[in-house]
């Protein structure tokens, strides 16, 4: 049964230049949750996505927007990218109909050069 | 507001040792507490979860946990530490209802075992 997993691990982008990162959940799993891990700090809720559709949101700007697909995989996109922007992007996954415990990924580490 | 305080950034402890790692909290509602693991370059394996009953859960890799809601507090403990248990931690709060699945994350404290 594969895990939540993520794509890519690691890139390396420019100051105002757009990112897209993906995720998949861990079969079952219906809603996805993205977060932002900066260096030394805890994670950061972005938003979560169930039925295609941004259900919560964290405080992030505009510039963070995301997606759901059909099958339940989601996007991360980021636009206008900041230096701040640096950090470990964390997707985790979930099932509503359970308690809310979720299921991490390893995370895609952006840095902003 | 809900938060989430973990005061000790860093601990070092012998292999063999016992371990406490503290968590406090702040939520409205009736929470839900998680206690997660990250190793360097890794995403967070959970460790245990208290959502109800028993305020004593057991986790993996020998862990336990305590939830006292009168000092809204959450601590990690293990009785003898591992050379293998070096990582860092991460206490979380959620709840049920309209959040479900929205977790506020603590700093993190950093686990650094002496041989």
């Known amino acids: 049964d594969a895990g939540v997993t993520q794509s890519p691990t690691h890139l390396i982008k420019t100051r105002g230049q757009q990112v897209t990162l993906r995720c998949s959940p861990k079969?079952?799993?219906?809603?996805v949750s993205w977060y932002q891990q900066a260096l030394g700090q805890g994670p950061q809720f972005i938003f979560q996505?169930?039925?295609?559709?941004?259900?919560q949101r964290g405080n992030f700007p505009d510039r963070f927007s995301g997606h759901q697909f059909p099958n339940y995989s989601s996007e991360l996109n980021v636009n206008a990218l900041l230096l701040g922007d640096s950090a470990l992007y964390l997707c985790a996954s979930t099932g509503l109909a359970t308690t809310g415990e979720l299921f991490f990924g390893e995370g895609s580490r952006l840095t902003v050069l | 507001a809900q938060s989430v305080t973990q005061p000790d950034i860093h601990i070092t402890v012998s292999e063999g040792a016992s371990l406490e790692l503290r968590c406090n909290y702040s939520?409205?509602?009736?929470?839900?507490l998680f206690w997660y693991v990250q190793s360097p370059g890794q995403g967070l394996q959970l460790l245990l979860k208290y959502f109800s009953g028993d305020t004593l859960v057991q986790g993996i890799k020998g862990f336990e946990a305590e939830f006292k809601r009168s000092q809204s507090s959450f601590n990690l403990r293990k009785p003898s530490v591992h050379w293998s248990d070096a990582a860092e931690y991460f206490c979380a709060v959620g709840a049920r209802g309209s959040t479900l699945g929205r977790l506020y994350f603590g700093r993190g404290t950093q686990l650094t075992v002496w041989p």
């Open positions: 939520y409205g509602a009736t929470p839900y």
């Open positions: 996505y169930y039925e295609e559709e941004e259900r």
């Open positions: 079969s079952g799993h219906d809603t």
